[in-house]
């Protein structure tokens, strides 16, 4: 009966989990207020969509639904009925998001507003933008605009970020972040 019980108590949690829409801030320690009031603007926008917001250090949603942080079995379960994640630069979220066949809206962390001691995250962005692997968004509308309309991720794409190519990547830019 016992493990019955807790059986069910995981799908329940998985259920109150359920999202259209997920806002991660990652769990980096400085806060980012910036995307979490993103978040409720586009859950006061959109009142028929479930909004879930991972807010971490930053300050916790007001009107989209919150969680300080998610484990990677919720957000393999989370990721069963999303319609869109929006994540910071951070390249192992973007990376996780990818694999679960998500094209991610990408909102960096920027270190003039706070956000981040360095401009990793904008570099590793921009990369990934030229690669058409993310939905880069520096602003509410362009985040707006890439939920509107998600993208898909081909087969395609997620070949190009094979673990050993991305790997790579993330090695050059690093040594290019070192050099400056």
């Known amino acids: 009966a016992i493990m019955s019980e807790s059986a069910s108590m995981g799908k329940k949690d998985n259920r109150e989990l359920c999202a259209d829409y997920l806002f991660m801030v990652g769990t980096h320690h400085m806060p980012f207020d910036r995307l979490i009031q993103m978040a409720d603007r586009f859950a006061r926008e959109n009142p028929d969509a479930s909004v879930l917001v991972q807010y971490g250090t930053s300050q916790p949603p007001k009107e989209a639904n ?14 069963e009925n999303l319609k869109g994640v929006v994540l910071p630069g951070g390249p192992s979220l973007m990376m996780e998001w990818l694999r679960r066949g998500f094209l991610p809206v990408i909102v960096p962390r920027d270190p003039e507003l706070g956000e981040h001691i360095d401009t990793h995250q904008i570099r590793f962005s921009d990369f990934m933008g ?12 362009q985040v707006k605009a890439a939920l509107a309309e998600p993208q898909p991720v081909s087969a395609a794409q997620l070949d190009k970020i094979d673990s050993a190519s991305a790997v790579r990547a993330f ?10």
Do not use: C, F, P, W
């Open 66 to 79: 919150g969680r300080e942080n998610l484990s990677h079995q919720e957000m393999d379960a989370l990721a």
């Open 130 to 141: 030229e690669r058409s692997l993310i939905a880069l968004a520096h602003d509410y509308g």
């Open 171 to 180: 090695t050059k830019l690093v040594a290019s972040l070192l050099a400056d």
